[in-house]
């Protein structure tokens, strides 16, 4: 079971990195997918790797990479009105040259 205590700093440090001027991206859909991931994957996010917004058709859809303090890392993707991520594990496979 996730903290709340842990995960309100690590959720306050990821609004405010994605509310400054100019940035197209809306808080609202990462409080969304943090709450997920926490409950699903036991994953606080540390990082968000890549993220994109936009329109498809007439609804919007989100799609990011995520760190988890563990060091997982998690692909996902919505598009309203759906309101879960689908949420796919970033395995890592090495590659002998």
């Known amino acids: 079971m996730f903290s709340l205590?842990?995960?309100?700093?690590?959720?306050?440090?990821l609004t405010i990195a994605y509310?400054?001027?100019?940035?197209?991206?809306?808080?609202a859909w990462l409080d969304d997918l943090m709450l997920q991931l926490a409950i699903?994957?036991?994953c606080d996010i540390t990082e968000?790797?890549?993220?994109?917004?936009?329109i498809l058709g007439s609804?919007?859809?989100?799609?990011?990479?995520?760190?988890c303090e563990d060091g997982r890392q998690?692909?996902?993707?919505?598009?309203?009105?759906?309101?879960?991520?689908?949420?796919r594990n970033c395995d890592f496979v090495d590659?002998?040259?």
């Not at 205590?5 to 440090?13: D, E, N």
């Open 5 to 13: 205590v842990k995960f309100a700093p690590a959720l306050a440090a």
């Open 95 to 97: 590659i002998v040259c």
């Open 59 to 67: 609804s919007v859809f989100f799609e990011a990479r995520v760190q």
């Open 48 to 54: 968000i790797l890549s993220s994109e917004e936009g």
């Open 74 to 87: 998690f692909d996902v993707s919505r598009i309203e009105p759906d309101e879960k991520f689908t949420v």
């Open 19 to 27: 509310s400054a001027p100019g940035q197209a991206q809306s808080a």
């Open 40 to 42: 699903e994957q036991a």
